[in-house]
């Protein structure tokens, strides 16, 4: 495997008494594309986002790209995470009010630059997800599908170190689903994009170059 660029050691959550996640450890190499399952509750996606700094872990550290976050700020950890950090969401998590070009380049608002760059970015990225004629539609108007691949081109827009999937497919039909695979699989070969993504098909995980399972908590292989 190729130099890791994420790193999770030992980490444990807990939610009031109750041990969601235990002693999990988890390496991703540059350039990997890693699926985590396990069956629906085993803690997967609560470990996804202790990996990805969406939550902090009751112990254990993290380590993305040679900086370990599980101690920074709230503040450093935002920042972190919109500059070295993608998120691909089940639920696709655009916002309503915003047009398909407008919710892609979201991650950038924040950085100074113009707006007419911001558009070109969104636009190149659309382009790639086929859906350069949708750019100024808004979600309503949009298939499951091309919601989701706005989301992706959201994810990119950043030039991510790293993408994190939450059952990406999740909410899609068979055949829309196995086209969002491709365009992930796609991404990762074509731009060595290092992936994580979580879902229970154990299908979909068979794209991925590694499978990692999880019980009860545990990582298991």
Known sequence: MSEAILVGADLTKTFDKLTVVRKASLSVGDGEFVALVGKSGCGKTTLLSLLSGLERPTSGSVTIAGKEISSATEDELALFRRENVGFVFQSFNLIPTLTAWENAALPLFPVK????ERRRRAAELLEKMELGDRMEHLPATLSGGEKQRVAIARALINRPKIV?????TGNLDTATGDAIMAILNRL??????????????????????????????????
């Open 113 to 116: 630059m113009t707006t007419e």
């Open 164 to 168: 994190f999937a939450d059952e990406p």
């Open 188 to 221: 990762h070969r074509e731009q060595g994009m290092t992936l994580l993504m979580v879902t229970h098909d154990t299908e979909l995980a068979k794209t991925a170059d590694r499978v990692v399972r999880m019980q009860d908590g545990e990582v298991l292989s």
